[in-house]
């Protein structure tokens, strides 16, 4: 059957082609401008209140200085760089929703309806897991942190941070508990997609208890605290996403897909 809209329509037929990669170009950078801008309000919201949030993600350190100690800006440009840095990523991390929802806007179309339905509540999950680590690092993990270090200065050293160092210290901490925190989503996909099976992830349950510890060893400070506070969590969470990848395979089960490879099956 002859397309009759691509005969009545004048342009060669690589114009034709070229048309809807432009259209999605288009798209792609309508839904990038409006991530961008959503990041610029927010931030142009928090702004005043940049040293307030700087003195809020410094509470911790503050609250564990010794007498007469207090931080240090070693740079000229650091008391007004500092506090605009974290109120920039700051507004990053407010507006992360939107801005993935632009991204869920632009991709959303090309997937089936199966899909739509399990991909919205992982994307919700990644971004409050996220949260939830970075909340984590900052009430359970720094107070014990900073009390372990600001205890264990040498006789005649007073402790005197740079605010920079000490706000470049505190957003690897962040960033790397909000990705640890994603454990159970990683697993889960594994799981659901059928790169390994629920028997398998459970048989080297030994080795990613290993890895967690060197993936704590590898992202955190040089201390065995720390390095526990994220590998414990990291744990749990996998054990986590093991369990939601058998509750979803069991689901699948009952609706006439097939077991995982390796599992028993209930004789007819």
Not at 100 to 121: D, H, N
Not at 178 to 194: N, Q, S, Y
């Given at each position: 059957m002859t397309d009759v809209s691509r005969d009545s329509d004048p342009r060669p037929e690589e114009e034709q082609q070229q048309a809807p990669l432009l259209d999605h170009l288009i798209e792609l950078r309508s839904r990038l401008i409006r991530a961008l801008l959503a990041v610029l309000v927010v931030f142009l919201c928090l702004y005043p209140f940049s040293n307030t949030l700087y003195t809020f993600v410094?509470?911790?350190l503050m609250a564990l200085l010794p007498a007469g100690s207090q931080m240090i800006a070693t740079e000229v440009?650091?008391?007004?760089?500092?506090?605009?840095?974290?109120?920039?990523?700051?507004?990053?991390f407010i507006a992360v929703p939107y801005v993935?929802?632009?991204?869920?806007?632009?991709?959303?179309?090309?997937?089936?309806?199966?899909?739509?339905?399990?991909?919205?509540?992982l994307l919700a999950s990644s971004v409050i897991l996220f949260y939830a680590g970075a909340a984590f690092a900052y009430y359970v993990v720094f107070p014990l942190?900073?009390?372990?270090?600001?205890?264990?200065?040498?006789?005649?050293?007073?402790?005197?941070?740079?605010?920079?160092?000490?706000?470049?210290?505190?957003?690897?901490?962040f960033i790397a508990f909000?990705?640890?925190?994603?454990?159970?989503?990683?697993?889960?996909?594994?799981?659901?997609?059928?790169a390994v099976t629920v028997k398998d992830l459970a048989a080297k349950r030994g080795y990613v208890v290993i890895g967690c510890f060197v993936i704590g060893m590898l992202l955190t400070p040089p201390d065995v605290l720390s390095q526990t506070l994220l590998a414990i969590p990291m744990w749990i969470l996998f054990e986590a996403g093991l369990l939601a990848g058998r509750l979803v395979k069991r689901q699948r089960g009952g609706r006439g897909t097939a077991?995982?490879?390796?599992?028993?099956?209930?004789?007819s």
């Open positions: 410094a509470e911790p440009t650091s008391p007004f760089l500092a506090p605009l840095k974290l109120t920039l990523i700051v507004a990053f993935l929802y632009q991204v869920w806007a632009f991709v959303a179309p090309g997937l089936y309806s199966s899909e739509k339905r399990l991909a919205l509540p942190m900073f009390a372990f270090f600001t205890g264990t200065a040498p006789a005649g050293v007073q402790v005197m941070t740079d605010i920079n160092a000490y706000l470049s210290f505190v957003l690897k901490l909000g990705i640890a925190f994603e454990i159970p989503i990683a697993t889960f996909l594994l799981i659901l997609t059928g077991p995982d490879e390796g599992e028993e099956q209930n004789p």
